[in-house]
């Protein structure tokens, strides 16, 4: 599977789920959305295949913006993103 194949199975494992979520949910794959994006296009300047460099690039981006986030929010979007990338 190439990075741009698992950016669009991420981002529509999320839009599936749209129309039975929870607004919790709504909110974590909204703020999910942007960083599986940003590390896609990240691996994609890089010349970089590895769907774990791709998984490693969204952790960290979510681990760099907690600060955003309430504790709540942040348990939230991990959880989802533990879901969604399981």
């Not at 794959?29 to 599986?36: K, M, S, T």
């Not at 979510?62 to 993103?81: F, G, H, N, R």
Request: net charge negative; glycine share 4%.
């Amino acid at each position: 599977m190439t990075i741009q194949e698992y950016e669009e199975k991420l981002l529509l494992l999320i839009d599936d789920g749209i129309d039975t979520a929870t607004d919790d949910e709504l909110f974590a794959g909204g703020y999910l959305r942007g960083h599986i994006s940003l590390a896609a296009a990240d691996c994609e300047l890089e010349n970089e295949a590895q769907l774990s460099a791709m998984k490693e690039k969204v952790e960290q981006s979510i681990a760099d913006t907690k600060s955003e986030l309430s504790p709540s929010d942040y348990v939230l979007v991990c959880q989802m993103w533990r879901k969604i990338s399981a």
